[in-house]
């Protein structure tokens, strides 16, 4: 089985804090994805990764910066934590192969809360 | 500008009953559509999928129907039971020559099915 682990389930920071959000992956996938869930907005992804030291924005990056050093793990960090940012933050990956489409499989979740 | 979209927020059955749960996209490069349920506290977990090439995929009691020329996919759960009560997301991918594929979510349904 896939296994997506988040560093933590739950984080409380102040703001201006320098917040860094680990995931790992035990797949060997070379993709992975960070995603932030709010109400009645849904998945909104930030940053993705098909290889190592690779990056790219997706549709809400402000704020937020990535770090991939090694395959298994995709940092999430905020430079300067804001309120604007207390949102439930979502790491998936997915594997890149013959098959066209692959589903993601993701991580159970970390609760940020900016004070 | 939401690509993909669930109209309802909620829905809530009854148990044995039907469930379905609507999807509509508006970008007519997406040709393959995936389902999420999430359960509180968790990640996303896959539930199904549908190529463009179908218009119909069937996984027990879960079913996926596509319509491409209405742009609008639906998901029939039945017979419905109370481990379904969970949030529901429709994604939707199109083909990027076999690298990273990103995945656009609706806003998700919340279904609650009624012992």
Redesign the interface.
Do not use: D, H, K, W
């Given at each position: 089985d896939v296994k997506?682990t988040q560093s933590s389930?739950y984080l409380v920071k102040r703001t201006g804090e320098k917040v860094f959000l680990e995931c790992v992956q035990d797949m060997d996938h070379?993709?992975m994805f960070w995603?932030r869930q709010d109400p009645?907005?849904?998945?909104?992804?930030i940053y993705?990764s098909?290889d190592v030291k690779m990056k790219?924005k997706?549709d809400i990056p402000e704020g937020y910066s990535v770090s991939r050093e090694k395959k298994e793990r995709f940092s999430l960090i905020l430079e300067s934590a804001s309120t604007n940012q207390t949102s439930m933050y979502?790491c998936?990956s997915?594997p890149?192969?013959?098959d066209?489409?692959?589903?993601?499989?993701?991580?159970?979740?970390t609760?940020l809360t900016v004070l | 500008d939401q690509q993909v979209k669930q109209n309802s927020p909620s829905l809530s059955v009854q148990e044995g009953r039907i469930s379905i749960l609507n999807c509509d996209y508006t970008n007519s490069m997406f040709d393959y559509f995936l389902w999420y349920k999430k359960y509180p506290a968790e990640g996303p977990t896959f539930l199904i999928s549908i190529s463009s090439i179908k218009d119909k995929n069937e996984d027990g009691r879960f079913t996926v129907f596509l319509n491409k020329s209405a742009k609008h996919l639906s998901l029939h759960i039945v017979p419905s039971q109370p481990g379904d009560s969970a949030v529901y997301f429709c994604a939707a991918s199109g083909f990027h020559g076999g690298a990273t594929n990103k995945l656009i979510f609706g806003t998700g349904t919340l279904l609650a099915v009624q012992p």
């Open positions: 997506v389930r070379e993709n995603y009645g907005l849904g998945l909104r992804l993705f098909y790219e997706g979502l998936a997915s890149t192969g013959t066209i489409y692959n589903e993601q499989f993701f991580g159970p979740g609760r | -």
